[in-house]
């Protein structure tokens, strides 16, 4: 049997409040857990910056930073209010339903 890596995933896509409670304890199990490789995935411009200024200030870098685009619910005004019309709404009025 080959031996597979473990890999730890830490996924950054909400607002930058998570990333000031959850970046200290993700470095830190980085640091200690050499044997695992560990990824941090940022899905907010404001997110990666926390990160590496944390990285800098802290000395520990032994990770893979992945940075993908902010999600859309970020880019569209008042998604959470509502004014987005929803698909199925939207559906069963073009059917008549």
Do not use: C, W
């Not at 404001?46 to 000395?59: A, M, Q, R, V």
Request: no cysteine; glycine share 4%; aromatic share 10%.
């Amino acid at each position: 049997m080959s031996k597979q890596n473990k890999t730890v995933l830490f996924l950054f896509i909400n607002g930058p409040h998570h990333v000031y409670h959850l970046i200290l304890p993700a470095l830190r199990f980085s640091a200690l857990k050499n044997e695992m490789e560990t990824i941090f995935i940022s899905g907010n411009p404001l997110n990666t910056k926390i990160i590496n200024d944390t990285k800098k200030i802290t000395g520990i870098n032994n990770f893979t930073l992945i940075d993908i685009p902010l999600p859309l619910r970020y880019r569209i005004k008042n998604y959470k209010i509502g004014y987005i019309p929803q698909y199925i709404h939207e559906l069963k009025k073009s059917l008549n339903i």
